[in-house]
Every structure is written in structure tokens, then in C-alpha cells.
């Protein structure tokens, strides 16, 4: 039997979040189900659901009250189950397979691990890596645990819109270094030595 959904939704502070928005985020479960069905956990719905529901308290408290709330919280609901989801935690809990299916394919694979071209491509990671500043090696990371622009940006008390700008910068300086590092190989690999004749 499926569980009504979450008792009460609190907002950062632990307090209730207003009667209003929990009527509104309760009437979305039925469709939130429906859509995500790999949330199916109910201590993640339920954060799902509180999330949204802070954003559109907080979205309130800067411009008052949301006039279509029902539509403004089924986007807002939408959003935060997409960063979720882009978590690389919910990515490995979606693409895990069973035991019996994962010896299967995992019975069928060659490693890549301690190759010649994975070494490789592990130092000229670590190269690049080691080319960004502290504070873009911190936004890649974060990048790299799926979290979302506007996570970033909370955590560091600055723009969603100077997030992206920063991470568009390091995309073209990796990009920038890539292929001065494909240039440098191919130019050392196509040199040969020449040869002085002795007279």
C-alpha cells in the first residue's frame, strides 16, 4: 500500500512551512510519483518536496505571494528533482544493476585501469586540474558531484549568473590547455631528428 505522502514539511529553521504551500506541494505527489518514479524513497520525496517548498517561501518573502501557485510550485518541484537527480549518488542508484546481471556484464568488460592510454589520460587530467585556481578546482568539483548552479552559488553567497560565467571561463581555459597539449604531442611526435652529414 503507498504511503500518503510526508506528515508535515518544515522549512530550513525546522518550522512548518505555511498551511498554503503544503496544501499546494501535497496535491503535486500524486503526478511528482508519476513522473519520478526513481524517487521512490520516502525520506527523499519528502526533501524534495521541502526544498521546493522553500524556495517558494523564500521566492514569496522576496516578492510576495506567488499569484498561480500551482504552477509555480509543480516548476519549482521539477527543478530541485532534477538536481537531485543529476547527483552523481542518483546516477549510480539508477544505473545499478542487480548481482546476477551485473557479473553478467562485468564478466564481459576489459579494464581500463593501468593501461598505457588511461595512465596517460590520468596525468594530463591532473596537469590541466593543476592550472586552475583553488577557487575553480573547488567549482569543478562541485560541477562534479552534480550539484546545480544555484546550489553553487548558495553555497558561496554569490550569483547563479557569476557561477556560470566562472565555469564557462574554465571550460574554454581546459579546452585552451587540451589543445595546446594535443599541438605540443603532435609536434614532438612528427619531429625527427635531422641528420648532419660529416664531410
Known amino acids: ?17 505555511s498551511a498554503r504551500i503544503q496544501r499546494v506541494l501535497r496535491d503535486i505527489l500524486p503526478r511528482f510519483r508519476h513522473r519520478f518514479p526513481a524517487l521512490g524513497d520516502e525520506l ?6 521541502e526544498e521546493a517548498g522553500r524556495r517558494i517561501a523564500e521566492h514569496e518573502r522576496g516578492g510576495g505571494q506567488v499569484e498561480n501557485l500551482d504552477a509555480y510550485a509543480w516548476v519549482t518541484v521539477l527543478n530541485v528533482a532534477r538536481s537531485r537527480l543529476r547527483r552523481s549518488s542518483m546516477r549510480l542508484a539508477r544505473a545499478t544493476l542487480g548481482s546476477d546481471e551485473g557479473q553478467a556484464i562485468l ?6 585501469r593501468g593501461t598505457p592510454e588511461q595512465i596517460e589520460a590520468d596525468i594530463l587530467l591532473k596537469e ?3 592550472q586552475l585556481t583553488p577557487e575553480e578546482q573547488w ?7 552534480g550539484c546545480s548552479s544555484r546550489e ?8 547563479v549568473a557569476r557561477v556560470n560565467i566562472l565555469f564557462y571561463r574554465i571550460k574554454r581555459k581546459i579546452r585552451a590547455s587540451l589543445c595546446g597539449s594535443s599541438a605540443d604531442a603532435a609536434v614532438s611526435r612528427n619531429a625527427q631528428p ?6
Open 1 to 17: 500500500m503507498e504511503s500518503s505522502g510526508p506528515r508535515a514539511l518544515l522549512d530550513s529553521g525546522g518550522s512548518l512551512l
Open 107 to 112: 564478466g564481459t568488460l576489459r579494464s581500463s
Open 139 to 145: 567549482l569543478c568539483n562541485r560541477k562534479q558531484l
Open 152 to 159: 553553487i552559488a548558495g553555497e558561496r553567497g554569490t550569483s
Open 44 to 49: 527523499l520525496v519528502t526533501e524534495v518536496l
Open 128 to 130: 590541466v586540474f593543476a
Open 194 to 199: 635531422s641528420k648532419t652529414r660529416t664531410a
